[in-house]
């Protein structure tokens, strides 16, 4: 299976981004943190590894790890809708709004379970950064 990751704005408060399936179907937006806006994930084509992770303080959850990223390890597929909700990580949601706080995105709980659903018993994929 392969997946697209089309980048569509860099900012200040994130980068924003569409997933898309091989078909060219719209899963989610995204959003990754915003480093001068520019993101730790590079361009290109990545694996993506089905695991077990932890983020911070909060218990164990299942997800995709996204290998072969120059100088980085642990950028995952979570839940989050801010900037700050991320270090790198692709946060998923259904929608992007804009805030007094910034722009953001939206339900990315139902997103990030959709997401899971979706790849239900897929152990590995390969996603395409452009």
């Avoid at 299942?62 to 790198?88: A, C, M, Q, R, Y």
């Avoid at 995105?105 to 979706?118: E, H, P, Q, Y």
């Amino acid at each position: 299976m392969k997946l697209s990751l089309k980048r569509k704005e860099f900012r200040a408060d994130g980068i924003f981004s569409e997933l898309l399936n091989e078909a060219g179907e719209l899963l989610a937006y995204t959003l990754e943190h915003s480093f001068d806006e520019k993101p730790k994930l590079n361009d290109g084509v990545h694996k993506c590894v089905r695991g077990i992770h932890k983020l911070h303080d909060q218990k164990p959850f299942e997800t995709f790890e996204i290998l072969g990223v120059p100088g980085h390890t642990g950028i995952l597929f979570h839940v989050g809708n801010f900037n700050k909700d991320s270090d790198g990580c692709v946060l998923l949601g259904t929608g992007v709004a804009e805030v007094p706080q910034g722009q953001m995105i939206t339900n990315s709980r139902v997103a990030f379970t959709k997401f899971l659903v979706m790849l239900e018993n897929i152990n590995e994929f390969t996603l395409e950064v452009s």
